[in-house]
């Protein structure tokens, strides 16, 4: 079964920071680009940022709300995913999900991604 | 950036209703739009990707189109399950971004 499971979510004071964890499992991760996404309280989804393969470069995309203090990067030993958040603030409160860019199915594939399957979610809470 | 505006932001349905939802991007994007599902508490889940490939196990019930800059996401017939906010989401550049949501809602 294709899963992803995040872990190291909390309460942190503003300034603080935090590593989120995401593990992969059921598919072949090294092979492919995750992504991070976030949803404020009762809110709507918000891109975070990107992380391509190794064999891409493991080059890295960010939004422009958290460059500079977010750092996405990989363990593809570990089949990890990982989210270094520092400098936090209120408004980056939220659930953090990470998730797959998917280019193919079966044999077809596209220029352009999806995402599929998404983790459950681990929540972030900054606050004084 | 690109923005992905959706309408209605919520609507009230029966079930066996059709419903469609519109999302407009702020310039062509060709077919890269994608839809999800998000249920109350869990994660958003795929329902079509490339505008109008439905993915696998999604129920026929659902259908995408469009190209450019004007989509919808159409349920033909409403059932209980399908309660839940929709998002669409434009894969044509970075910054990756998504429509606001559309909460459809029981009559």
């Known amino acids: 079964e294709v899963q992803l499971v995040e872990s190291g979510g909390g309460l942190v004071k503003p300034g603080g920071s935090l590593r989120l964890s995401c593990a992969a499992s059921?598919?072949?991760?090294?092979?492919?680009?995750m992504s991070w996404v976030r949803q404020a309280p009762g809110k709507g989804l918000e891109w975070v940022g990107r992380?391509?393969?190794?064999?891409?470069?493991?080059?890295?995309d960010y939004a422009a709300p958290v460059r500079g203090r977010f750092t996405i990067s990989r363990d593809d030993s570990k089949d990890t995913l990982f989210l270094q958040m520092s400098s936090l603030k209120v408004e980056d409160t939220a659930v953090y999900y990470c998730?797959?860019?998917?280019?193919?199915?079966?044999?077809?594939?596209?220029?352009?991604?999806?995402?599929?399957?998404w983790g459950q979610g681990t929540q972030v809470t900054v606050s004084s | 950036d690109i923005q992905m505006t959706q309408s209605p932001s919520s609507l009230s349905a029966s079930v066996g209703d059709r419903v469609t939802i519109t999302c407009r991007a702020s310039q062509s994007i060709d077919n890269f739009v994608n839809w999800y599902q998000q249920k109350s508490g869990k994660a958003p889940k795929i329902l079509i990707y490339?505008?109008?490939s439905l993915q696998g196990g999604v129920p026929v019930r659902f259908s995408g189109g469009g190209f450019g800059t004007d989509f919808t996401l159409t349920i033909s017939s409403l059932q209980p399950e399908d309660f839940a906010t929709y998002y669409c989401?434009?894969?044509?550049?970075?910054?990756?971004?998504f429509g606001q949501g559309t909460r459809v809602e029981i009559k």
């Open positions: 059921g598919f072949n991760f090294n092979k492919e680009w």
């Open positions: 989401q434009q894969s044509y550049s970075i910054p990756r971004t």
């Open positions: 490339a505008a109008s």
């Open positions: 998730t797959r860019d998917l280019f193919c199915i079966s044999t077809t594939c596209y220029s352009h991604n999806w995402y599929d399957p």
């Open positions: 992380i391509k393969s190794n064999s891409d470069g493991e080059t890295t």
